[in-house]
Nanobody, 125 residues
Framework: QVQLVESGGGVVQAGGSLRLSCAASGGTFSSYPMGWFRQAPGKQREFLAGISSSGYTTSYADSVKGRFAISRDNAKNTVYLEMNSLKPEDTAIYYC??????????????????WGQGTQVTVSS
């Protein structure tokens, strides 16, 4: 019932910045807590950041705290991930996802019901 379309990925040098966007359709976007994850080759999907339906509450993984910022524009049905000071170890496929309203915890994939297709971010040294 919910479709997520991601954009903004690409190749960037270490120290650079990217802003990822995730546009949602179907359902009621303003009711959905949202999250960003990433997955590198050979590794499990990793939680990065989450944001409440209102946008007032955010949660970040230690690996990106202070460098990444999640935000949302409910009028545009879009969630963003601003990524700064990028490092080669940030190279991965980045996914946005819809968290179940009332689910416990931000950092586990089992709390999310819908996922985007993923967008590749490559950071060169």
């Amino acid at each position: 019932q919910v479709q997520l379309v991601e954009s903004g990925g690409g190749v960037v040098q270490a120290g650079g910045s990217l802003r990822l966007s995730c546009a949602a359709s179907g359902g009621t976007f303003s009711s959905y807590p949202m999250g960003w994850f990433r997955q590198a080759p050979g590794k499990q999907r990793e939680f990065l950041a989450g944001i409440s339906s209102s946008g007032y509450t955010t949660s970040y993984a230690d690996s990106v705290k202070g460098r990444f910022a999640i935000s949302r524009d409910n009028a545009k049905n879009t969630v963003y991930l601003e990524m700064n000071s990028l490092k080669p170890e940030d190279t991965a496929i980045y996914y946005c996802a819809v968290r179940r309203f009332g689910a416990i915890g931000w950092g586990t994939t089992s709390s999310y019901d819908y996922w985007g297709q993923g967008t590749q971010v490559t950071v060169s040294s």
